[in-house]
């Protein structure tokens, strides 16, 4: 795209493309049950002639016969008073729902009650602000659960605010030449001025790339602080306004993409965010940063399907070849970084919510963003749903899509009991579950209470992770015990698909009895070297990986099934591997931490590089009579085949 600049001005001739809402009622009845009827008669498509995007389907009356609260969500056209009436509880904000649920809880007579509060399909949106869940709030009587539950198809829980306000740029002197592009004013939108420049921008439910420039054809150099050009660029001038980003996909290490922002910029010298550039210098061994592959959010006309930022204008371009027979529909940016925080409250189930939009700001502000591994940095990555010190917590059946967090979702800090299953997951900037911790400290406890165990995650489904963050593995378990990742398909990474482990073999860990098997991953690390379809990291006895299928690894090193520094006490058996440049087992044996007592057998392979074993002399055993190297055009052998069909999600 052009970088040329252009001067940006308000004018309050605009487009406006937001939604009316409308429901008329036709003969809308009470039966048998005062909440059934009321409910079927609003909700029932077929009695309803409406033109409302925030109802999708009938309920049946199943699915809302317990309903403790109902939660209407903001602007929808339900008609609330006659279900007040009813003794229901009925809100028109998450956020007043712990409250009602601890006064219910307080005046339970009975053991062994459940709490349902059950959203109404629409989109439920948190303004801004997180839904906090506590233990303190929520007096827990033994036995009783409470459960979380959208009804029927569309209930979504909803971190952006719709940009329904568009102008066009050629059409005054907002932004003269650039033809086909459309602006936003952040002045219209109050809440986003607290999250600018918009890092995401979806539209009709579509991710809008950041718009780009190649860092090595602008002639930049190093210097103490950032980097000199030989003559002024276009871009530079707004570099600042913009908080314009720069990139270094597999530059200071194969498995990370650093990010930092621009603070300064005169005609020729631009200073990185000092902090961030210390960051990159330590993860550099000490030296100065090279020149940044790519450079982000760069002042000028994006190109098609593009958007760029400053901290008062959103603009873009679509990719249809008329951008201007209409203005942008259906566009959203995220407020928040946190859509939930459940902390220290036990026996809570989570069903049939979509959650959608939401940002990770780090890569923005001071210190940036530069990683470990798996969007590690100083601080540990967490989700835009955060359940942590809890237990008995089970997420099933929930959809996550258009996020911009580090994790779609995480769960840890001494959690125990855990089953996340049968969900979606998509069209993710960061990575899809984050189970567990990296706490070196914690990691070495004897005290049980305070481990993170018992997690069981299966039949989920990942189809887009780090698509934006690129280091981000779409499975990251760290320090856990007894736990099993099984029949999940995971397709179109950008990094590692299931990253098990931690600490690389210098914290003996409570991680044991860990098991990773018939997961079905194809499409994986896409952008990054140096990680696998399955990759683990240290000591973890009575643990296994088997019965996977890999297909597609781009990464042209290490494995497709890969046990790295410090991993120990794996089993490996029964997995099959095609379409790879990289061996398709590998046991690390660099870096004096090598791994060790890895024992792997019955491999088939096809299409990938010969099987590598680093770790011979620390007891990693591959018996290569069970190691099958299919050729290219032969078809699988009769048993990687039934281990191949027994792979993925069952839901």
């Known amino acids: 795209a052009s970088t040329t600049a252009a001067p940006f001005k308000h004018n309050s001739s605009v487009i406006h493309s937001g939604r009316f809402h409308h429901i008329t009622m036709i003969g809308s009845t009470f039966a048998e049950h005062a909440i059934s009827g009321f409910l079927v008669g609003v ?32 602007n929808s056209a339900l008609e609330t008073s006659a279900l007040s009436a009813t003794g229901v509880v009925v809100i028109t904000s998450l956020h007043d729902a712990p409250s009602h649920i601890n006064k219910m809880e307080n005046t339970h007579d009975n053991e062994n009650t459940n709490i349902v509060v059950c959203l109404v399909p629409g989109t439920h949106t948190l303004g801004g602000k997180t839904l906090s869940i506590h233990g303190h709030e929520i007096s827990e009587k033994r036995g009783t659960s409470f459960v979380w539950r959208g009804l029927g198809d569309g209930a979504t829980i909803s971190g952006g605010v719709e940009v329904d306000k568009w102008t066009k740029c050629d059409t005054g002197d907002y932004c003269p030449g650039w033809e086909g592009v459309w602006v936003a004013f952040v002045s219209d939108y ?48 707004g570099a600042v306004e913009a908080q314009t980003e720069l990139r270094w996909p597999r530059q200071l290490r194969n498995w990370i993409e650093p990010r930092c922002v621009i603070v300064a910029a005169n005609d020729t010298d631009i200073t990185i965010d000092p902090l961030c550039w210390s960051n990159l210098k330590v993860r550099n061994n000490n030296a100065l940063p090279p020149v940044p592959k790519y450079i982000e959010n760069v002042q000028g006309p994006p190109g098609p399907g593009e958007f760029m930022a ?67 940095t100083s601080h540990e990555p967490m989700g835009a749903i955060q359940i942590h010190q809890c237990a008995n917590v089970t997420v099933q059946n929930c959809q996550f899509a258009h996020m911009g ?14 089953v996340v299953s049968g969900n979606t997951f998509s069209d993710l900037s960061g990575g899809a579950v984050k189970l567990g911790n990296v706490d070196d400290v914690r990691a070495v406890t004897n005290d049980t209470a305070r481990w993170d165990t018992g997690y069981d995650m299966h039949d989920n489904t990942i189809d887009g992770a780090a698509v934006e963050f690129h280091g981000a593995s779409a499975v990251f378990a760290g320090y856990v015990a007894d736990t099993t990742i099984h029949h999940n398909t995971i397709r179109n990474t950008g990094y590692t698909g299931i990253s098990l482990g931690w600490g690389w073999g210098r914290v003996v860990s409570f991680a044991h009895n860990n098991h990773v098997y018939n997961n079905h991953l194809s499409t994986i690390m896409q952008e990054l070297v140096d990680g696998g379809c399955i990759y683990t990291l240290g000591p973890q006895p009575n643990s296994s990986i088997s019965f996977n299928y890999c297909t597609g690894d781009a990464s042209p090193v290490v494995g497709a099934f890969y046990h790295d520094n410090g991993s120990r006490y794996f089993t490996n058996t029964g997995n099959v591997a095609e379409i790879t440049p990289a061996p398709c087992l590998y046991l690390q044996g660099c870096c004096n931490a090598p791994a060790l007592d890895i024992n792997a057998s019955n491999l088939w392979c096809r299409n990938t590089g010969a099987v590598r ?38 839901v």
């Open 310 to 376: 400053t901290s008062q204008y959103i603009f873009y371009r679509p990719a249809s070849p008329f951008p201007y027979s209409d203005p942008p529909v259906n566009a959203f940016v995220p407020l928040q970084e946190v859509l939930v925080n459940v902390t220290s409250s036990n026996n809570h189930v989570w069903e049939n919510i979509g959650f959608r939009y939401t940002t990770l700001r780090q890569p923005s502000e001071a210190g940036g963003y530069v990683p470990s591994q798996s969007m590690v």
């Open 405 to 418: 967090s580090a994790y779609a979702l995480s769960i840890g800090n001494s959690s125990q009991g855990v």
């Open 43 to 74: 909700l029932s498509l077929t009695t309803c002639r409406a033109a409302l995007t925030d109802i999708h389907a009938p309920l049946d009356r199943s699915a809302y016969k317990n309903c403790s609260i109902i939660v209407v969500p903001p």
């Open 190 to 237: 109050p809440l986003i001025a607290n999250v600018t420049p918009v890092r995401q921008l979806w539209v009709n439910s579509s991710r809008a790339t950041r718009n780009f420039i190649d860092g090595e054809t602008q002639g930049l150099t190093v210097t103490p602080t950032g980097y000199k050009t030989a003559a002024k660029l276009d871009w530079m001038s």
């Open 613 to 650: 074993n680093g770790c011979a002399a620390e007891r990693c055993e591959i018996d290569m009579t069970t190691v099958h190297m299919i050729p290219g055009t032969a078809p699988w052998p009769s048993q990687a085949q039934a281990i191949i069909d027994a792979t993925g999600a069952r």
